[in-house]
């Protein structure tokens, strides 16, 4: 069975989250600290970390919708320091999102491969962030003209590992499992595709864990993929 798509996570895959999500906790703690300017700096930027890996977690699992994971982010981050002032809460679930779109990274290889991909295979984004922030991150990082839908959590959608995202392309694009890889760098990529039976490819892998440590390796990769997993 031949390779006719594949599902791409968005951050840290195609895109470099992890540096704009850094200075993003910094921009919105230089924000606080023009109100509150006694606050410790390490300390704010610590507590964002913590209470956003928190809201997170409840947003992926369908606790909480989009806005309010953008609300109560900044919500518990006051909570924690004693401080009331929705005003600048309200404004703050808004910069911190907007920051991360504006300076969306793209890595330099991104463009080129999916370009090249694109010609050959259906691409689809499989992400576990929020559908909008999600939807306008590709497009400023000029990669929406090459993907055919993206696919994020939201209402009984859950997020990876769970099977729905995967599910729910696999249906609307009428594609079997075999005909897919999903690429991505979290280990929740890489049980959710593998739960679905679609093989996975990790992306910066672990030790003793195989994979590409770039997007742009992808093609010679898939290659090597194709006459080994999926030319049954
Ligand atoms: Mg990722």
């Not at 953008?70 to 929705?86: M, S």
Request: overall charge positive; hydrophobic content about 40%.
């Amino acid at each position: 069975m031949a390779l006719q798509a594949i599902f791409l996570d968005l951050d840290n895959t195609l895109i470099d989250f992890s540096t704009v999500r850094r200075q993003a906790y910094v921009a919105a703690a230089a924000a606080i600290k023009t109100y509150y300017p006694g606050l410790p700096n390490k300390e704010l930027i610590r507590v964002q970390r913590e209470k956003t890996a928190e809201v997170y977690r409840e947003f992926i699992s369908g606790e909480i919708d989009y806005d309010t994971q953008c609300r109560e982010r900044f919500q518990r981050v006051f909570n924690h320091f004693g401080i009331k002032n929705p005003a600048l809460i309200k404004y703050l679930a808004w910069f911190f999102n907007n920051y991360q779109e504006r300076n969306v990274k793209p890595y330099v290889s991104s463009e080129v491969t999916l370009q090249l991909l694109a010609r050959k295979y259906r691409l689809f984004i499989i992400t576990n962030g929020p559908y909008p922030h999600q939807k306008r991150k590709l497009k400023l990082a000029r990669l929406s003209p090459f993907i055919e839908k993206l696919y994020a959590p939201g209402g009984k959608y859950k997020g990876k590992p769970e099977p729905h995202l995967f599910l729910s392309a696999l249906k609307e694009a009428n594609l079997r499992p075999k005909e897919v890889v999903h690429v991505g760098d979290e280990i929740a990529d890489i049980l959710g595709a593998t739960n679905c039976g679609i093989k996975p490819i990790w992306i910066r892998p672990p030790k003793n864990e195989v994979g590409i440590n770039d997007i742009g390796e992808l093609p010679l990769y898939l290659k090597q993929v194709n006459s080994e997993n999926l030319a049954i």
